[in-house]
């Protein structure tokens, strides 16, 4: 093989190789990078569908548990009916949120009134000694859903029902067919790709909510045209100054072979012998400063190497340990540190949080850090470059994504060597992705505190309720605890709607809500349990002191002065109270919840405005319990 096939083949495989491999692995990393940002965003978007799913479905049953207790309806029904149970459907879809009802009277008759396509549907079961019938309603339809989750999350949402679409938020023409339920994929749009991800609703038609997301592009490395063009050239400039160079070279290089060869094996050590001040000396000195170049760049690239794979550990521990903000902040944190071979380094945010990293610092690196910190945070500059104490610091605000606020700051410090273009580079964008990891965070946040709380009254929403009961009676059970329950509810509340409207009425349930908010203890859990229903935990509490908190509610509430809306005038209310103890009055948290809403409605019965308490339960085999319920005050 001749000497200028030698040196074709060299310059081939360390120029044109590297620079594949790492044009792939870009286009590789930006691709991933792209799919799992827009995979984080629809998971968000689908956590956030279901809950208000539930929430839509909650309020149907709660809406049609009132409608059928109004008087004669439930009779009415259980007795077959159909005229009345008709002029019951239409009446609820006319004078209600009531979308769509569905009665299925004992004989087996279906009567249906309003939209069939609305969705969220649940059932209640009104039972009577000649047979049993069922309402099925549905306050949400699919349009409405599908606003509602888009405005909550930013995607758009669609809902179907097997391969048919009841409702989308983005027309679907030519995208192809959507995710199942529990699968992700991308879709092709003329106007640009999509990423979506689908979940199944609880209904029986098989139905599933879809979150869709526009996919980023990637920039310059996301084109592989342009990447392949670049390649292109950068090869044909290579070749064209290969040629030259071997012609230039070959009749000069038999002094030269032997180095030359060594160094095609990957032997920078051995050295070009210079002879000579011609071209060809000067030559054989610039193949050496190259030997030398080249064993740099391949030690860089094995440091380079190893620090990939430690970050992509720390990636592996982000996405294990979830949106944690202290794990977040480490992670970047040691990103920083090895990127630009510091010392020290530390974030610091504005609420008090301090990350450091090593823990135990050289306190001159750490004192370093800290004047360019306090420099940074004080000019509101970019970064600031402190010369003390014979070391170098980095620092910079943290600031959200377009935003002008100071959130926090980085810090890194070393020494003596100071830090390099390509060094601040990769701090700034740092410092970038750590301030929009801390947005996400924080929205994360937002979303999980939305999807548990009530909105009206900042308290507990029914499902977050749930999860906790379940668990204070597991614990109850476990440790053999007490637990009691207090279920109230707003005595006449819908005359107050009639009367006064509906925003005079969520300020009567705000009221209420700082009611619960204030008087039980820290360990306590009040929650809004539907419309006008509130309930309250009681962890290690027995029935005398949930008789006796309830009792001090009540009286509160009685007095509580409402400011009338538009007016100088206010208004009072009064609630009636169920209380139920386990295991006194209930065995479990089902026994639990229904005892206690049987001593409300016992409370009610006996002409509101007082606290009733449920029976004690009689053993398993004797039957159900003889009395409704004791009343523990009087209505003045």
Known sequence: MSFRVRLSVFFFLIVVLPMVAIAVLLVEVSERSREGKADAQLATGLTTALSLYEDDTARAKAQAA????????GEALVAGDAARARKFARAAIRGSEVDYVRIELPGGEVIEEGAA?????????????????????SVTG???YVEEVRDRTGLDVAVLAGDRVLASTLPLEGVGALPAGGESEDLSRPDGDLRAAAADLARPDGARVVALTALESEGFFGSSPRVAAALGAFLLIALVAIWFLVRSLQGQVATMLYAARRIGEGDFTQKVPVIGRDEMAGLAAEFNKMSERLAE???????????LDRSIQRLGEAFAKGLDRHTVLRIVLETALAACEAQYGRIALADGTVVELPEVADGAARQAALGAESRARAERVQVEIAEDWGLHALAAPLRPLGG???????????????FGQHERDVFLYLIGQASASLENISTHERVTEQASTDELTRLANKRAFTEV????????QRFGHELSLIMLDVDDFKLVNDTHGHLQGDEVLRRIGRILADEPREIDEPARYGGEEFVIALPETGMEGALELAE????????????????NEVMYVSASFGVATLPTTARDGQELIAAADAALYAAKEGGKNRVAAAPPIEPRDGGEPAAKGRESARRR
């Open 297 to 307: 760049q391949v030690d860089q690239l094995r440091r380079q190497r190893i620090e």
């Open 404 to 418: 002008a606020d100071v959130v926090g700051t980085m810090a890194v410090a070393r020494g003596p060597q100071p």
């Open 469 to 476: 009961l379940e668990r204070e009676v597991a614990r109850a």
């Open 66 to 73: 009132r409608l059928v207790r109004r008087d004669g309806v």
């Open 142 to 144: 699919p349009s409405e």
């Open 117 to 137: 396509r609305a969705i969220a549907v649940a059932d209640v079961a009104v039972e009577g000694e000649a047979g049993n019938a069922r309402v099925s309603l």
């Open 552 to 567: 001090r509610i009540r009286a509160r509430i009685e007095i509580e002065a409402i400011p009338m809306l538009g007016t």
